[in-house]
């Protein structure tokens, strides 16, 4: 491959024009190292709403699953970030930070469809584009960057696009493994573009806190913490057999990690591991202990996993329940069949005793979740899987509401059913039907 010229850019300014306010270059001496780009949209949902309605430009907004109901903010526009509203908040907690916070309803279908033709954008420069949520990705240039004048011009390219086609930034990081792409991207925010080259490796590692890694969350760091380990490296240096006798086989990743080491491969989406659970979780609108409400709730989010699992030609023998009270404890309880099953009604059978062996009365409820895992595909082209006669109705059901929406035909407990989600689920990849939880 050729020599590449990599520069070290600082953030760039979001509010001015996209040229980078200084840039340092140096030659790299490294011809044969992995160069691989990380590309973020900078709060994709608030940048896109605010591109489709003008008027919410400059303005702190809140995009969430219903603006009159008690969904958590799916993503904030840097003005409201900028007042201390973040993902996952609930809405009286971003209106006590920010008071003049607009909150939008969400639209998967145009998330979906801006993030499809994003992508296809990527796949002009490399094969190998991973996605890693519906508002990031990787790419492996490693063999086409000097097809495109190196990684930086490609990296400016997809922004100078982005910014002319859809009118979003993103903020994007060079790296030469996936772990110090995502690093480097995340460094300089919003519209940055940032380069880590191999022989920086050492030194940036050397006092970076171990929790901006991805993949190192608030438990781990804490484990971390107590073994006297802040920095990555420090992790790196820590005895492996100590690592290991406390994580297990996550203590060798983990002292790599600390090192900077990362060889997993950028893999395009079809070639994912395959699907381990499918689910749904709901927020109600209010507390409540009414166990007839609680039941038509949870039948709902069965009845929906149901039709993903038989979409899908899924079925699972483990059914999982998620009970969350008022005050914010979270309780999860599972149950293990003996046959494998779709049907959203056995579903909610698991699933109501499995709540009544969790609840706690009086305490109100407010939010519910079900799953189903240890999945097999296509059990019934290979074996006596159920009634033929119950899976014909199911073909017929599920066949009339692909053509007129969910819950068309419904049963008759579900006729004053709570009306859909509008958050995008992180399992979305491209190519699939676009699943959603509240």
Same mark, same amino acid.
């Given at each position: 491959m050729t020599n590449l010229t990599i520069c070290h850019s600082e953030a760039f300014d979001a509010e001015e024009s996209s040229k980078p306010k200084t840039l340092r270059?140096?030659?790299?001496?490294?011809?044969?190292?992995?160069?691989?780009?990380?590309?973020?949209?900078?709060?994709f949902f608030a940048s896109v709403e605010q591109q489709t309605f003008p008027f919410l430009r400059g303005k702190p907004i809140g995009v969430c699953g219903d603006?009159?109901?008690?969904?958590?903010?799916?993503?904030?526009?840097?003005?409201?970030?900028?007042?201390?509203?973040?993902?996952?908040?609930?809405?009286?907690?971003?209106?006590?930070?920010?008071?003049e916070i607009v909150l939008v309803s969400g639209n998967p279908a145009k998330y979906v469809d801006t993030s499809t033709r994003i992508l296809a954008f990527y796949t002009t420069f490399t094969d190998l584009v991973e996605v890693f949520s519906i508002d990031e990705a990787f790419l492996d240039v490693t063999q086409t960057a000097h097809l495109f004048h190196g990684p930086e011009e490609i990296a400016r390219s997809i922004k100078a696009h982005l910014k002319a086609q859809f009118g979003l930034t993103c903020s994007a990081g060079i790296?030469?493994?996936?772990?110090?792409?995502?690093? +480097?991207?995340?460094?300089?925010?919003? #519209?940055?573009? =940032?380069?880590?080259? /191999?022989?920086?490796?050492?030194?940036?590692?050397?006092?970076?806190?171990?929790?901006?890694?991805?993949?190192?969350?608030?438990?781990?760091?804490?484990k971390l913490n107590r073994l006297g380990i802040k920095t990555c490296g420090e992790l790196g240096r820590y005895p492996e057999k100590q690592l290991t006798g406390i994580f297990g086989i996550n203590g060798t990743h983990l002292k790599r990690m600390g090192q900077g080491v990362d060889e997993s491969p950028v893999l395009p989406y079809f070639h994912e591991p395959a699907t381990k659970s499918m689910g749904h979780s709901f927020t109600l609108d209010?507390?409540?202990?009414?166990m007839a409400e609680i039941q038509r709730h949870l039948l709902q989010l069965s009845e929906q996993v149901g039709r993903r699992l038989r979409r899908?030609?899924?079925?699972?023998?483990?059914? +999982?329940?998620?009970?969350?009270?008022? #005050?914010?404890? =979270?309780?999860?309880? /599972?149950?293990?069949?003996?046959?494998?099953?779709?049907?959203?009604?056995?579903?909610?059978?698991?699933?109501?005793?499995?709540?009544?062996?969790?609840?706690?009365?009086?305490?109100?409820?407010?939010?519910?979740?079900?799953?189903?895992?240890?999945?097999?595909?296509?059990?019934?082209?290979?074996?006596a899987f159920e009634d033929s006669r119950a899976d014909s109705l199911f073909e017929t059901v599920d066949m009339v509401n692909n053509k007129y929406g969910e819950f068309s035909v419904a049963r008759a407990r579900l006729q004053e059913r709570t009306p859909g989600p509008r958050v995008i689920s992180p399992s979305w990849r491209p190519g699939a039907p676009t699943p959603v939880g509240r």
């Amino acid at each position: 491959m050729t020599n590449l010229t990599i520069c070290h850019s600082e953030a760039f300014d979001a509010e001015e024009s996209s040229k980078p306010k200084t840039l340092r270059c140096t030659q790299s001496d490294k011809r044969d190292e992995r160069i691989v780009l990380h590309v973020d949209m900078d709060a994709f949902f608030a940048s896109v709403e605010q591109q489709t309605f003008p008027f919410l430009r400059g303005k702190p907004i809140g995009v969430c699953g219903d603006p009159d109901g008690r969904t958590v903010i799916a993503a904030a526009s840097y003005e409201a970030k900028r007042r201390g509203v973040k993902t996952a908040m609930t809405i009286p907690e971003a209106k006590k930070l920010c008071p003049e916070i607009v909150l939008v309803s969400g639209n998967p279908a145009k998330y979906v469809d801006t993030s499809t033709r994003i992508l296809a954008f990527y796949t002009t420069f490399t094969d190998l584009v991973e996605v890693f949520s519906i508002d990031e990705a990787f790419l492996d240039v490693t063999q086409t960057a000097h097809l495109f004048h190196g990684p930086e011009e490609i990296a400016r390219s997809i922004k100078a696009h982005l910014k002319a086609q859809f009118g979003l930034t993103c903020s994007a990081g060079i790296a030469p493994n996936k772990l110090l792409a995502k690093l +480097s991207g995340d460094m300089h925010k919003p #519209d940055g573009l =940032t380069i880590v080259r /191999q022989s920086e490796v050492a030194a940036l590692m050397e006092s970076l806190p171990v929790q901006e890694l991805c993949g190192i969350g608030p438990k781990t760091q804490e484990k971390l913490n107590r073994l006297g380990i802040k920095t990555c490296g420090e992790l790196g240096r820590y005895p492996e057999k100590q690592l290991t006798g406390i994580f297990g086989i996550n203590g060798t990743h983990l002292k790599r990690m600390g090192q900077g080491v990362d060889e997993s491969p950028v893999l395009p989406y079809f070639h994912e591991p395959a699907t381990k659970s499918m689910g749904h979780s709901f927020t109600l609108d209010k507390d409540t202990r009414d166990m007839a409400e609680i039941q038509r709730h949870l039948l709902q989010l069965s009845e929906q996993v149901g039709r993903r699992l038989r979409r899908d030609s899924f079925a699972g023998r483990t059914v +999982s329940l998620v009970l969350r009270y008022a #005050d914010f404890s =979270t309780f999860i309880k /599972q149950h293990s069949l003996k046959s494998y099953i779709d049907d959203g009604l056995r579903i909610h059978q698991v699933g109501m005793k499995l709540f009544e062996e969790l609840y706690q009365p009086p305490r109100l409820v407010r939010l519910l979740g079900i799953s189903v895992s240890n999945l097999v595909r296509d059990l019934k082209q290979t074996t006596a899987f159920e009634d033929s006669r119950a899976d014909s109705l199911f073909e017929t059901v599920d066949m009339v509401n692909n053509k007129y929406g969910e819950f068309s035909v419904a049963r008759a407990r579900l006729q004053e059913r709570t009306p859909g989600p509008r958050v995008i689920s992180p399992s979305w990849r491209p190519g699939a039907p676009t699943p959603v939880g509240r």
